[in-house]
């Protein structure tokens, strides 16, 4: 079963920039929408980003738009996740996963074993 490796968490001040990535093995990245999740602490994993396996298509929460941008790089076999203009509500685990579609996307919807994530903390 395939499992994302995140990477590129760490601590940084409100107002600050982070780039995440995500790699899985094999063509998993190149033939699969994938997502980013964030679980805060003491709160459930919620939806972040998805991009379609084209890369053509994009869908955002509400809480990130504007402010994230996720892309990837087939040839990488890398999903990345720019984060600008960080918030303190920002602060959590992140995860990838393949999904099936790109909105109204829950945690259950992840394809792949889940990764072990990347901690940003944003601070004041």
């Known amino acids: 079963q395939v499992q994302p490796v995140e990477s590129g968490g760490g601590l940084v001040q409100a107002g600050g920039t982070l780039r995440l990535s995500c790699t899985a093995s094999g063509r998993s990245i190149s033939t699969n929408n994938m997502a980013w999740f964030r679980q805060a602490p003491r709160k459930e994993r919620e939806f972040v980003a998805s991009i379609s396996w084209t890369g053509r298509s994009t869908f955002y929460a509400d809480s990130v738009k504007g402010r994230f941008t996720i892309s990837t790089d087939n040839a990488k076999k890398t999903v990345y996740l720019q984060m600008n203009n960080l918030k303190l509500e920002d602060t959590a685990v992140y995860y990838c996963?393949?999904?099936?579609?790109?909105?109204?996307?829950?945690?259950?919807?992840?394809?792949?074993?889940w990764g072990k994530g990347t901690l940003v903390t944003v601070s004041s």
């Open positions: 996963n393949a999904v099936p579609r790109l909105n109204a996307l829950v945690p259950n919807d992840g394809m792949f074993d």
